[in-house]
Every structure is written in C-alpha cells, then in structure tokens.
C-alpha cells in the first residue's frame, strides 16, 4: 500500500491508498503512476473541482516540482506523481508513519503545500499550451496529470430552469 498525506480543510493527513486504486489504474496503462503499495502518500483537497488529490511522499527526487521535506536527501511530496483520488481509494485499516525529521518539516505547512500543487497545475497546463518548450516535454511525459486531465478542466456550470406549476415545481 502507498502512503499520502491528505490535507482537507488544511488539516494533512497521511495515508495509504488502496488495492481498489492500483486495480483501476494498472500500470500498463498509466506507466507513470508509482506502484510500490507500501509508499505513503499526502492526501489534499484542493479547489480545482474541489477534488482530493493523494500525492507521494518520495526521496531521490532530481526535480523541482516538490515540496521538499529534506532538500539535502532530495525527499518531498512529489507534484509529478499526484492522483486524484475518492475516499473509497483510502486504506482504513493502514496508518502510515514518516520519518521524524520529514514529520517535522511538513507540519503546519499545508497551506504552503496546497498553494504549491495549484502552482503546479498551472505550469502543467501552461506545458500543455507549449508543449515545445524543453521544460514543457519533460512535465508532459513523465507527470501523472496526463492521465486526469478531466480534473483540471473548470466544471460546466449548469442552468436549471424551475418552473411553478399546479402541482409544485419541476424542472
């Protein structure tokens, strides 16, 4: 099982997602999704579609696109790797625990954490704009938003129009 941190209402929590997740999204199809059951992720609710989103505590990162909980071991909450996710992908039965010093560096950053993913996303969707540009193929071929792109998209507002008639109203 994955662990994550899951941040709701800026209140992180970590976390490791469930088989139920992994079995949807085999790896023959989403390469890039990280596999390793046992890794823990942080778990955000952001207001992108206000979706949760589990994103992977790593270390040996050789990117900048992480929130580093210890820059000098490259260790951090990896943007690239970030899935959205529903309550169902949360392992209840599991509760991870990261190293002290990790620990430590994350807490209370949540806002700091929320804010980065978002700047994130924007730079994701701007590579998508410019998909030339050097920096723009690299986050393209090796970030999981490729796969969810759905997620990033604005939500359709929909007009209902209630109309009052004899026997109450209706659509």
């Keep these: 099982m994955k662990r994550a941190i899951i941040i709701i209402g800026e209140i992180m929590k970590y976390i490791y997602l469930d088989n139920n997740f992994y079995n949807r999204h085999p790896q023959i199809n989403y390469p890039e999704i990280l596999q390793k059951k046992d890794r823990p992720y942080v778990q955000i609710a952001i207001s992108v579609n206000n979706q949760l989103w589990a994103i992977p505590l790593r ?5 900048n696109y992480v929130f580093w909980s210890d820059k000098k071991n490259k260790c951090g909450i990896d943007f690239t790797k970030a899935v959205p996710i529903e309550h169902k992908d949360i392992n209840a039965n599991r509760h991870p625990s990261i190293r002290q010093n990790e620990f430590n560096a994350l807490k209370g950053k949540e806002h700091s954490i929320i804010k980065s993913f978002k700047g994130f996303i924007k730079k994701y969707n701007h590579s998508k704009q410019h998909p030339n540009l050097p920096e723009s193929k ?6 999981t938003l490729q796969y969810f792109e759905n997620y990033l998209l604005p939500q359709k507002k929909v007009q209902l129009n209630i109309v009052r008639n004899k026997n109450g109203y209706s659509l």
């Design 59 to 63: 270390s040996n990162i050789n990117h």
């Design 138 to 143: 690299v986050i393209l071929r090796y970030s």
